[in-house]
Each structure stands twice: as structure tokens, then as C-alpha cells.
């Protein structure tokens, strides 16, 4: 145990879930790299997670953990507390004939398989993002021209100070992969809008989605996603195949050849090693095109 996380062991709040001091978060990423939490809490509901965060002392940073697809998490490891939402938090249910209410620890695949026995449609894409309700609602995740921005009609949040509040769509300002969510809060609910439609249409939809991923995107590696924003008007993808990246590596760290806007630990790849070559990349792309590539995956903690 660290020497921050023994002193800090005095004044944790006490909890109904689970709360773990130096807890490795690599078999929690995508990525399979990176160093500990401080601490991880894995709240039993929401009342144990408002109560934890009230009772925290303020100055203890906050960080909320999805499935770990589109993050870094630097090898000196992550200070304070990751939360981690688990199955009390991963419920999907039909509030009515046109919208979802889906817990924050909810995937994409279960909140689009869901509407599609609820036949709602328009909620097919979400099948496609690698993350939970809580961390695409965060970062206004989106694929096949359709966005959470498109289907969101409020989200439910534990604020930092443990205050629970109702946002709206307005509320959360959304931009391209960005929300105005206040730092430290935890999405522990989103109710979505689909359209009446056919489940089997539905469901032709989704298999359409799959196939064209399956075909496009590394997904058997250890990766964490789209690495890069795109810019407006232009692929990331193609900014980096015309910089000469393809396949390019620093270590285990390595340019998809599949498809170069995705970064894959190919081996024992530290973050260290895959962070600093998404910035070989970013630099290569900047020198070829003049663009300035913006990280769309998340990078936390600090360097070893």
C-alpha cells in the first residue's frame, strides 16, 4: 500500500460495496497496460455512492470507470478514487413505447438489444460503441452518423459532492465527444428516445453495424478504440495513413494495420510506450498535413 493511500485509509467513508486500496486497473482496460487506483470503489447503489462522495473529503480526486475501451491509464497509476459501476448499476428496462431508462453500467450491446425487443429503433448505433451508458453519455459517444446527442433524453448524476441531480440534453451542452459534466460526477442513469419499429428490422440493423465493424476495426486485439478525434471534413484514419504510420511501433505498441486510428498493445506494451506513440503519430500527422490531431481516448494518472 502507498504511503498516500495509507494515510488517506484513516479517512475513508465507510461503504456497503466494495472499496480496495492499490487495485490494479490493467485487467480492467482494453489496453492491458497501466498502473493502480489508490483506491477502487464498487458502490452496492446509488445511495452508497452518494453517501461515499459526501462524505469524501473534497480534495480527493474522482475518476469514473466504464468498461476501460477508450482510456490509457498511466503506469504510475491513477490518485484517489476510480469508481466502478457494476451490476446494480447495469439495468435496461422500457419506461414506454418510445424510450429506455438504462443504468450507468449498462453496455451498448445490452441497451441496443434491449430496444430491439422493446422495438425502439434508433438506438442500434450505441451497439457499436465499446463503453457503458455512463461513459458515453460523458463523452457524447457516436458511430454510423448517429450520436448519443441524437437519442439522450436526460441523464441521472452523483455531482461530486454527493448531490444527486437530473440533467437534461440542454444541460449537458454537447459538442463532438464532449459534454459539460461536471468533473468528478458519475452518470448512474440515461433515459434514451427511439422511434416505434420492427424488431426483426431492428435487429438487421444491428447485424449490419456488427459486420461492418467486425470487417473494419481491430477488435480482437488489445486496443482501446478510435484514438484520435476526427477533423472536421476529414478522417483521422486517412491523416495518419498519409503521414506513413501504418503499422508504425515504439516497443509492444503498434499503428493498426487494420485500421490506423487504433493503437494496439501487441505485446507487453507499457502505457508509457503506446501514449508516447500516439504522439510520434499526432507529431508525423502535424508535420504531413498541417492537422493537429485531438486525442479522443482518455489518458489518466501519471507517469511511473
Known amino acids: 500500500m502507498s504511503v498516500v493511500a495509507t494515510s488517506l485509509s484513516d479517512t475513508m467513508p465507510s461503504v456497503r460495496g466494495r472499496l480496495t486500496p492499490q487495485a490494479p486497473l490493467a485487467p480492467l482496460v482494453w489496453f492491458k497496460a497501466g498502473g493502480a487506483a489508490e483506491w477502487l470503489f464498487e458502490p452496492a447503489d446509488a445511495e452508497d455512492l452518494a453517501a461515499f462522495l459526501r462524505d469524501l473529503d473534497p480534495a480527493v480526486p474522482v475518476m469514473a470507470l466504464g468498461l476501460g475501451s477508450n482510456l490509457i491509464v498511466r503506469d504510475g497509476g491513477v490518485p484517489g478514487v476510480v469508481i466502478r459501476l457494476g451490476k446494480p448499476f447495469a439495468r435496461v428496462e422500457a419506461v414506454d413505447a418510445t424510450t429506455l431508462r438504462c443504468g450507468g453500467g449498462a453496455s451498448g450491446i445490452l441497451v441496443s438489444s434491449t430496444a430491439r425487443d422493446a422495438g425502439l429503433a434508433g438506438i442500434e448505433f450505441l451497439r457499436s460503441i465499446p463503453g457503458t451508458v455512463g461513459g458515453f453519455v460523458r463523452m457524447n ?116 494495420d487494420k485500421h490506423t486510428n487504433f493503437l494496439l498493445n501487441v505485446g507487453q506494451a507499457t502505457s508509457a510506450d503506446i501514449e508516447a506513440l500516439g504522439e510520434e503519430v499526432r507529431a508525423a500527422v502535424k508535420a504531413n498535413s498541417g492537422v493537429t490531431l485531438e486525442w479522443e481516448i482518455q489518458r489518466v494518472g501519471v507517469q511511473a
Open 141 to 256: 459517444g457516436g458511430a454510423y452518423g448517429r450520436e448519443v446527442n441524437d437519442v439522450l433524453v436526460h441523464a441521472e448524476v452523483v455531482l461530486r459532492s454527493g448531490e444527486r441531480q437530473t440533467l437534461s440534453l440542454g444541460d449537458l451542452r454537447y459538442t463532438y465527444r464532449h459534454s459539460a459534466l461536471p468533473d468528478g460526477a458519475v452518470v448512474i442513469a440515461a433515459t434514451f428516445r427511439g422511434t416505434p419499429g420492427e424488431p426483426a428490422a431492428i435487429q438487421t440493423e444491428m447485424d449490419r453495424i456488427a459486420a461492418a465493424r467486425e470487417a473494419s476495426q481491430p477488435l480482437r486485439s488489445k486496443t482501446g478504440g478510435s484514438t484520435f478525434k476526427n477533423p472536421d471534413g476529414q478522417k483521422a484514419w486517412a491523416l495518419v495513413d498519409q503521414a506513413g504510420c501504418r503499422g508504425r511501433r515504439r516497443g509492444d505498441a503498434q499503428v493498426s
